[in-house]
């Protein structure tokens, strides 16, 4: 099993950054993908970003693109969400993913690990 722990989130006005963080912990030795999604009030958990272990390919919603970075640093088991230019529409719970089944990283239910997610809130 692995553990994920989501840190970072808070209130900011429009326009402002976040950097979210996501510490994975656990008694494997596996090497996972990781990815970004994340859940407003009445709406279904949105894919948001991806990487692979290596940090060689990453994937990104259109909302986000050019705005959000998705990295890693693998000797810290970290992984970071960089949101630049926040709107409004950006406010949700962002809930870190790790180990996908299959190629297509979008669909929630592919991911194996989930963090409890943390509370992201952009007032204009």
């Known amino acids: 099993q692995v553990q994920l722990v989501e840190s970072g989130g808070g209130l900011v006005q429009a326009g402002d950054s976040l950097r979210l963080s996501c510490a994975a912990s656990g008694r494997t030795f596996s090497n996972y993908a990781m990815a970004w999604f994340r859940q407003a009030p009445g709406k279904e958990r949105e894919f948001v970003a991806a990487?692979?272990?290596?940090?060689?390919?990453?994937y990104y919603a259109d909302s986000v693109k050019g705005r959000f970075t998705i990295s890693r640093d693998n000797a810290k088991n970290t992984v970071y969400l960089q949101m630049n230019s926040l709107k409004p529409e950006d406010t949700a719970v962002y809930y870190c993913?790790?180990?996908?089944?299959?190629?297509?990283?979008?669909?929630?239910?592919?991911?194996?690990?989930w963090g409890q997610g943390t509370q992201v809130t952009v007032s204009s």
């Open positions: 993913a790790a180990d996908v089944r299959g190629p297509i990283m979008a669909l929630a239910g592919r991911w194996n690990y």
């Open positions: 990487i692979t272990w290596s940090g060689g390919r990453t």
